[in-house]
């Protein structure tokens, strides 16, 4: 049985990044939760995966997971639960999936933190950063994301992290979900590390990075932290989002929830437009899921305008300043 741990936003909302592993978990893991050689599974990639749910489960959610295929949600609510608490929620997930033959869950840092407990205390093998799974095995990106490994692990349960955007969400026949909802006991050594309070800052809100359709990307080139008017007036014209490098958080010019890269966000919109960044490798495994690539830079030597579809060799204050202006211009 293939099972996924799905995020839920604010709004109670399943997140896009959970919606692609249970796409994932649907069209690419054989029936039993197996993807690899090694369990001596044939047939077509198929079968209902299920979900677990830790707090709110609301209407919207049990539709969308019934919309993407999965037949049974196992629903865990408990007063100790209710902040994110890396042990017991991993637990609870191991608790309530001893059926389980692949364990898994979207790459993000949450997603992350569950899988790598529950491998632990399940004593099973886990893969992060999955890519695709298919008769050979699993692949899966390494050294942030510039390479891929083939692999695949024994044993009765494998433990998964499916890389942001490795699919694009895909609903199925809606079906309706069962819910199993659990009596639980949470162990007090599992409470020792638990969030205690949640201050979101507007400017923390990444959600608008990952989904955006264009990113407007900058590096150190802006020159400083007061040098982002050219490019933030470039996103409200594209009503995109802003990307940022490592350097530019690191010198907290921007927060960090707006970094791209191997530490930050996984983006893949229409267009990224890297103005000042000089594309290093973490940087350029954020942004491989871009369509388009536009390189705004003095260096032309630098990767990111090698590795561009399209480069403008320039100081980018008068470059985005020159676009920004025929912009407005078109637009009346
Ligand atoms: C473990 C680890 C994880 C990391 N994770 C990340 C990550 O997630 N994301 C990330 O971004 N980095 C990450 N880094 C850092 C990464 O290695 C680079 O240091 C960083 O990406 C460089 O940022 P930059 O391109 O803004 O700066 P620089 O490399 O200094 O490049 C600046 C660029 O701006 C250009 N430039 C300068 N002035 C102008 C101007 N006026 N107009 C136009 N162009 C100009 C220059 O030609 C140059 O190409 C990580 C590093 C490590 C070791």
């Known amino acids: 049985m293939t099972i996924v741990f799905v995020e839920t936003d604010p709004a109670g909302e399943v997140t896009l990044t959970s919606a692609e592993a249970i796409t994932f978990a649907r069209t690419q893991l054989l029936p039993d939760g197996g993807a690899a050689t090694s369990r001596e599974v044939s047939g077509p990639p198929s079968g209902s995966p299920e979900a677990v749910v830790i707090g709110e489960l609301s209407d919207a959610a049990v539709e969308e997971l019934g919309r993407l295929g999965v037949s049974i949600s196992h629903h865990l609510e408990h007063p100790d639960l209710a902040e994110y608490s890396a042990a017991a929620w991993a637990q609870a997930i191991v608790d309530v999936t001893p059926e389980a033959g692949t364990l898994l869950a979207s790459g993000t840092p949450r997603g992350m933190e569950l899988m790598a407990h529950a491998a632990v205390r399940t004593g099973a093998r886990m893969a992060a950063n ?4 298919d008769e050979e095995g699993l692949l899966r990106q390494v050294h942030g994301g510039t390479a891929f490994e083939r692999l695949s692990l024994d044993g009765d349960l494998q433990v998964l992290t499916i890389a ?4 694009t969400p895909e609903e199925t026949t809606p079906t309706t979900p069962e819910i199993y909802d659990y009596d639980l006991t949470v162990a007090e050594a599992d ?14 809100d990444a959600s608008g990075l990952t989904s955006a359709r264009a990113v407007v990307g900058a590096g150190r080139g802006v020159g400083s932290e007061n040098g982002f008017s050219e490019v933030l007036e470039l996103v409200d014209h594209l009503g995109g989002a802003l990307g940022v490098s490592r350097v530019v958080t690191g010198l907290g010019w ?33 942004i491989e899921g871009a369509k388009t690539l536009v390189a705004i830079n003095t260096d032309e030597e630098s ?17 985005v300043g020159a676009v920004n202006e025929e912009i407005a211009r078109r637009r009346g």
Do not use: F, K, N
Request: some cysteine; aromatic content about 2%.
């Open 191 to 204: 409470l020792t590390t638990r969030v205690q309070r949640t201050e979101a800052e507007a400017a923390d």
């Open 254 to 286: 921007r927060p960090h929830a707006e970094q791209v890269g191997q530490t930050g966000s996984r983006i893949s919109p229409d267009v990224y437009i890297a103005c000042g960044i000089s594309g290093a490798i973490q940087h350029m495994a954020g």
């Open 164 to 167: 942001g955007h490795a699919c």
């Open 303 to 319: 990767t990111m305008v090698q590795r561009a579809d399209y480069a403008i060799i320039g100081d980018l204050h008068e470059v």
């Open 130 to 133: 999955v890519v695709a799974a």
